[in-house]
C-alpha cells in the first residue's frame, strides 16, 4: 500500500473535510458561526476572491453579530420595554439615510410578497373548489 503523497487525492479529501467542520462548527469562543455561507457570498460579490480566508469571514460575522446585538439592546430600550418591533428598528436607523431607505425598501418588499401570496392562495382555493 503505498503512502499518500501531496499528489494523490485522499490528502485533498482530508483538507476538505477539515475545511467543512470549520464552516459547520463553532468558533474558538464555542459560538455557532450563524453566517459564513452568505457573508462569503457577499465578500465574493463585493470583489473579495471566492473563497476568501475563513479569518476574514470569521472576523466580519463577529462584526455583523456585535452591530444586531446593539441594534437590538437598543431597540428594547426605546420601544415597549423587553420588545423589538419594526417601529423601534426605523426609530434607531431614522437619521442615516442609507440604512432607513433599505430598511424601507425591505418592509415594502415584505409588504408585497404578503399580498402575492394572498392572491395566490386564493387563486388555488378557487381552482381546488371547482
Known amino acids: 500500500m503505498a503512502t499518500p503523497t501531496p499528489d494523490t487525492p485522499e490528502q485533498y479529501d482530508q ?6 467542520e470549520q464552516q459547520l462548527g463553532s468558533t474558538a469562543s464555542g459560538r455557532k458561526r450563524l453566517f459564513s455561507k452568505e457573508l462569503r457570498c457577499m465578500m465574493y460579490g463585493f470583489g473579495d476572491d471566492q473563497n476568501p ?4 469571514v470569521d472576523f466580519l460575522e463577529d ?3 456585535e452591530f444586531i446585538t446593539e441594534t437590538t439592546h437598543r431597540a428594547m430600550e426605546v420601544g415597549r420595554p ?3 418591533q419594526v417601529e423601534d ?3 434607531l436607523v431614522r437619521k442615516d439615510f442609507r440604512k432607513y431607505a433599505r430598511v424601507k425598501d425591505l418592509l415594502t418588499m415584505n409588504e408585497e410578497l404578503k399580498k402575492a401570496r394572498k392572491a395566490f392562495d386564493e ?3 378557487v381552482e381546488d373548489q371547482q
Do not use: A
Not at 483538507?15 to 467543512?20: A, R, W
Not at 480566508?53 to 476574514?56: H, I, N, R
Open 15 to 20: 483538507f476538505e473535510d477539515e475545511e467543512s
Open 53 to 56: 480566508y475563513t479569518e476574514s
Open 63 to 65: 462584526l455583523v453579530i
Open 82 to 84: 423587553g420588545r423589538v
Open 89 to 91: 428598528i426605523i426609530f
Open 123 to 125: 387563486v388555488k382555493y
